[in-house]
């Protein structure tokens, strides 16, 4: 019984293959029977009796877990509930995980979730999760053990560089999609995406909009704000890209099988009619946005300041398994116009600015200006205004990336005179 | 996706044959069949289409581990290399750093280094956090895969990094693997008792303990007042030594019994006539890191009220695995039954608990009215070496041995 057990997937499997690979299919030959006995000797010694569905799952798992945390095994009812946009990982904990070593490592927190308030931090470890150790779990199962209702809390102890592990008890909140916000400074937009959402889109292009409604033809440009944007959905990503992007290519998928490979072009049409952008980064970039930055980047349609990015950039395939489920299998890397591979290289800033806090002088007395002086002359009305300190950045990133573009506005001013 | 639904079609043919032979398949069979076409398939697709080019043969370790961890903490494959490792290191080839470690929070915290050991002459201290072996990081690793991984061939090197308090940076210790002689069974005098440390059930264990009683036997005399049998932090090991310790210790009766998955497929072990201790008292020191075979010792003399366990509650390990070989590949670790002590329980999940609890607290004297501190004498060091702390529930043993033997030798008054 079981050499026929297991000679029958791999007579099965070597049936396919052609001649000139034969001695490769015999060491293959040699692993399915190798796992065919395996499998056979637990089903008959194991201490207790196992469903062999559980057995072969737990293998499959084994296998994918193998190879990366983004290959996963998803059954009939997990896979309808990613189509129907129930497995939102900002829910809950407001929270992007990846797997690292076989426990979770933290991408980013979402702006505003429990996570975020409690201070959680990219490349932060989540080792056990209600007493559960994490190891041993893949995403998925992670993904569901962080999630639970609104109110009830999840107690996670956390391994952090530097420091001796620590528990932290986050409650969990409703925390719902997250929107994308926009400001100006003077006459500089300010666009955030905290996560790409199948909407995101549309989100980005209202705030375009608003900000043209705001500014009109003194637009200067924007920011765009993908600091801690822990990633979302692909295919939003390629569609905000493609909005500031009139022709080209955008981003590429290298596969290794035939018909795995692709590259994204860009379609008529920009939103923003051409006027210079920022693009902001850090190690929180991921998934989505690294591919957002990396397209605007590569083309010249940004300049990308900050630090260089999370480098998580694998592209799935979904493929059936008759009746029992479905693989998520990564089947390709995404690589930049100019043939970065996020994966291996991420986005590289073209200015490099690390994370700092401003701190302003305080001011003791008010300062002493030609306006200030008794007796001077009134400003007359229509006349240059200094420019006010309203709002004065802490966030030292973003005030450069502010000043960067006023700069690029003022060339573009004077190459235009 | 085509060559998928094509390897599909292929699998399918092969089953139809199989299925359309004379021999009958029942329904629970078939489905094993579906299942492994499953997997047959899954790894077609990865073969065929994962990004980069995949190594077949870590693909069907790392399923058959993922099915075997899915079962049992103690289910586990080893491959090739790590089945020769596991067999040479009984010979006594292999070197180790000479830690006794715990695992704290997925990192592995050091109890203490041993003596005169390399990583004591490396610098590793008592309570340093080990994050890394190799630069690689023990996140992710059981106690026992990182055990195994600071194990390897003498005059082997291994860099830990490690964590120290009041240290910013973590540290880099390089270690010079060697021998760590740590035999099966130690044993000394306390007072007028036996004192024997079992640290491990290998096949030393039983002659060891019956050299222990012999030698201490004649060196007390008519003064022997009974035995102590430490077995804390003692992870197990061999079932038919501890078998054979109770059995030193038992006239008669059942010892332990294993229970496979079958019907009637019970094994009892019992215990033959002759007791070492000659009906004195006994004492089984136990721990929470008391497991498998120790707990085996413990419950068994408990259930025969043959000893009083003192301590904390044991483990609670109450499986018994079987080493496969699978060909040239290596071998499996198979949970295949379980056991139970003469009482009938069985220990899985529970562990022993102690006759009498004792925690290993730290004595504090009290300072006296004349605020000299206690001449008592102190209770008696854990291990060789002063600095070590004093083995608060050794001296529990002790003093109750002691008690015990004073009031069977009292008078008796009415």
């Known amino acids: ?417 | 996706m085509i060559r998928t639904s094509v390897v599909r079609a292929g699998l399918a043919a092969g089953l139809a044959c199989m299925l359309s032979s004379a021999v009958p398949v029942q329904a629970a069979e078939t489905t094993a069949y579906q299942q492994l076409n499953l997997f047959g398939n899954v790894f077609e697709l990865v073969r065929a289409r994962y990004a980069e080019p995949v190594d077949e043969q870590r693909l069907i370790y790392s399923a058959i581990n993922g099915m075997l961890a899915a079962l049992d903490p103690h289910s586990a494959f080893m491959a090739a290399q790590e089945y020769r490792d596991m067999q040479q290191r009984t010979s006594g080839e292999f070197g180790g750093l000479g830690l006794e470690v715990r695992m704290e929070e997925g990192l592995v915290r050091v109890s203490r280094p041993m003596e005169d050991s390399p990583a004591l002459r490396a610098g590793v201290k008592a309570n340093d956090l080990i994050t890394h072996l190799d630069g690689s990081p023990v996140l992710g690793l059981t106690l026992n895969e990182a055990v195994e991984k600071m194990r390897g061939r003498v005059n082997t090197p291994i860099d830990l990094t490690i964590q120290r308090e009041g240290v910013a940076q973590p540290v880099v210790v390089r270690v010079i693997r060697d021998i760590i002689r740590q035999p099966s069974v130690s044993y000394r005098l306390e007072g007028n008792a036996a004192y024997i440390r079992i640290s491990s059930f290998s096949e030393q264990t039983e002659s060891g303990v019956r050299r222990a009683m012999t030698e201490l036997r004649d060196q007390l005399g008519d003064k022997f007042e009974g035995v102590i049998l430490d077995v804390r932090n003692n992870p197990g090991g061999l079932l038919e030594q501890s078998v054979a310790v109770v059995d030193a210790f038992l006239e008669r009766g059942e010892v332990v019994s294993t229970r496979g998955r079958e019907q009637g497929n019970v094994q009892r072990y019992t215990a033959r006539r002759g007791d070492l201790a000659e009906g004195r008292p006994i004492i089984v020191l136990t721990n929470n890191g008391s497991a498998s075979a120790s707990e085996i010792v413990a419950g068994a003399l408990q259930d025969h009220k043959r000893a009083i366990v003192l301590g904390t509650t044991t483990f609670g390990k109450g499986s018994v695995q079987t080493i496969m070989p699978m060909g040239d590949q290596g071998a499996m670790r198979l949970t295949t039954s379980r056991y139970y002590t003469p009482s009938g329980k069985s220990i899985q999940g529970t562990g022993v608990v102690p006759d009498v609890v004792v925690e290993q607290a730290r004595i504090q004297p009290l300072r006296t009215a004349t605020g000299a501190a206690p001449t008592a004498a102190p209770p008696p060091a854990a291990g060789p070496g002063a600095t070590t702390p004093p083995d608060y529930q050794l001296a529990r043993a002790i003093d109750l041995l002691h008690s015990l033997a004073v009031y069977q030798k009292a008078p008796v008054v009415n």
């Open chain 1, 1 to 417: 019984m079981r050499a026929s057990v297991a000679g029958i997937v791999a007579a099965a499997t070597l049936g396919l293959l052609t001649a000139d690979t034969l001695a490769a299919d015999a060491r293959t030959y040699t692993q399915l029977n190798l796992f065919g006995d395996a499998y056979d000797r637990v089903r008959r010694a194991y201490v207790e009796p196992v469903a062999d569905e559980f057995l072969i799952r737990s293998a499959i798992n084994g296998l994918l877990a193998a190879l990366d945390p983004d290959s996963v095994f998803l059954t009939p009812k997990d896979y309808q509930d990613l189509l129907a946009n129930k497995v939102r990982v900002y829910d809950g904990l407001g929270l992007e995980i990846t797997m690292s070593e076989g426990v979770a490592a933290v991408v980013a927190p979402v702006d505003g979730g429990p996570a975020a308030v409690a201070g959680l931090r990219t490349g932060d470890l989540i080792v056990d999760i209600n007493g559960t150790p994490v190891y041993g779990m893949n995403l998925t199962e992670t993904i569901q053990a962080l999630q639970g209702q609104p109110g009830t809390t999840a107690d996670l102890v956390i391994v952090r560089q530097g420091s001796d592990p620590f528990r932290l008890a986050l409650k969990r909140e409703a925390v719902g999609e997250p929107q994308v916000t926009m400001r100006t400074r003077g006459n500089e937009g300010y666009v955030r995406i905290p996560y790409f959402t199948p909407n995101v889109l549309a989100q980005v292009t209202k705030s375009v909009n608003d900000l043209s409604a705001r500014l009109g033809d003194n637009l200067e440009g924007i920011i765009l704000d993908l600091r801690n944007t822990p990633g979302g959905s692909h295919e939003a990503a390629l569609q905000v890209a493609d909005a500031f992007l009139t022709e080209g290519p955008m981003m590429g998928i290298k596969g290794r099988a035939e018909g795995d490979s692709k590259t994204f072009n860009a379609t008529p049409g920009d939103i923003l009619n051409g006027r210079p952008m920022v693009v902001l980064i850090d190690g929180g970039t991921a998934g989505a946005a690294e591919i957002v930055a990396g397209a605007l980047k590569d083309r010249g349609r940004a300049i990308a300041l900050g630090t260089t990015t999370f480098k998580r950039g694998s592209a799935q395939s979904m493929v059936q398994m008759g009746d029992f489920g479905y693989v998520q299998l990564t089947t390709g890397y995404y690589v930049t116009p100019k043939g970065a591979s996020i994966q291996n290289d991420g986005i590289v800033p073209e200015t490099v600015v690390e994370p700092a806090r401003v701190i302003l002088p305080e001011d003791r007395f008010p300062r002493r200006t030609e306006a200030t002086l008794r007796g001077a002359l009134d400003i007359p009305a229509g006349g240059r205004q200094a420019v006010a300190t309203e709002g004065a950045e802490v966030d030292y990133q973003l005030a450069r990336a502010f000043d960067l573009l006023h700069a690029l506005a003022l060339v573009r001013q004077i190459a235009a005179n």
